[in-house]
C-alpha cells in the first residue's frame, strides 16, 4: 500500500516557476531512484529528471539548466524546482519512484499526476 502523491502544477506565464511535490506514503522502508516524467498533449511520456538516493542527477536535455530535481528522504517527498518555464513545458507531471516495502518488495510507482500549463 504505496501512494505518491503530486503537487504543485498550475498555470504560470512564460518564464515563471513553479515548485512540484511527490510525497509518498505507505509501508515504505526505502526509495531508491525517484523521478518526474510528463506527457504533454500529443506527446508520449518522457523523462524529465531522476534522483538516486544518494543525490545523483540526471536531466532531459531539454530541462537542463531550468530544472532541479531534489528530495527529503527523511520525509520520503521529491521536488522539482521548475524556472524558466517555456509553453512546451505544459505538460501533466508524473512523479516516478522505485520502492522497497517494508516487505522488501521493490515496485515502480506512480502518482496520477500533476498538470503544469504555461500559458500567457
Known amino acids: 500500500q504505496v501512494q505518491l502523491v503530486e503537487s504543485g502544477g498550475g498555470l504560470v506565464q512564460p518564464g515563471g516557476s513553479l515548485r512540484l511535490s511527490c510525497v509518498a506514503s505507505?509501508?515504505?522502508?526505502?526509495?531508491?531512484?525517484m523521478g518526474w516524467y510528463r506527457q504533454g498533449p500529443g506527446k508520449q511520456r518522457e523523462l524529465v529528471a531522476t534522483?538516486?538516493?544518494?543525490?545523483?542527477?540526471n536531466y532531459a536535455d531539454s530541462v537542463k539548466g531550468r530544472f532541479t530535481i531534489s528530495r527529503d528522504n527523511a520525509d520520503f517527498t521529491g521536488y522539482l524546482q521548475m524556472n524558466s518555464l517555456k509553453p512546451d513545458d505544459t505538460a501533466v507531471y508524473f512523479c516516478n519512484a522505485e520502492i522497497a516495502t517494508v516487505g522488501y518488495s521493490v515496485r515502480d510507482y506512480w502518482g496520477k499526476g500533476t498538470l503544469v500549463t504555461v500559458s500567457s
Open positions: 534522483i538516486t538516493s544518494d543525490g545523483s542527477t
Open positions: 505507505g509501508r515504505i522502508f526505502d526509495i531508491n531512484t
